[in-house]
């Protein structure tokens, strides 16, 4: 058959939260649960344990911003925390870091 292609189509797509240049950025401004939560992207999906407890360690560190503390809360909450499947646990956890990172590079008044 022309044109059949006998490779499996990809399921899954690439993880944005993974990329080269995310890692090689300057952190010199960071802030301790930033650091914390930074740990976990290159973390195995299937190791939740240490997904979640780096995880609540920048909880833990979080101090007075409750909205990086809920947003982290939500990540390792019951009804999205599988330990052998922690992906979205995982991606949760990264997205509250670059929204982090973006309160950092927002023109200050």
């Known amino acids: ?34 650091h914390a939560l930074d740990s976990i992207r290159l973390v195995h999906t299937n190791c939740g344990g240490q997904i979640r407890q780096r995880i609540m360690e920048a909880m833990r560190l979080c101090g007075e911003n409750t909205q990086l503390q809920g947003m982290l809360g939500r990540a390792v909450a019951p009804a999205v925390y599988t330990t052998n499947a922690a992906s979205i646990t995982q991606t949760y956890a990264l997205q509250a870091l670059e929204r982090e990172v973006g309160k950092l590079r927002a023109p200050r008044s």
């Open 1 to 34: 058959m022309a044109g059949f292609s006998h490779k499996r189509p990809s399921t899954t797509s690439p993880n944005p939260f993974k990329a080269a240049e995310l890692q090689a950025r300057d952190k010199s401004e960071w802030t301790q649960p930033m």
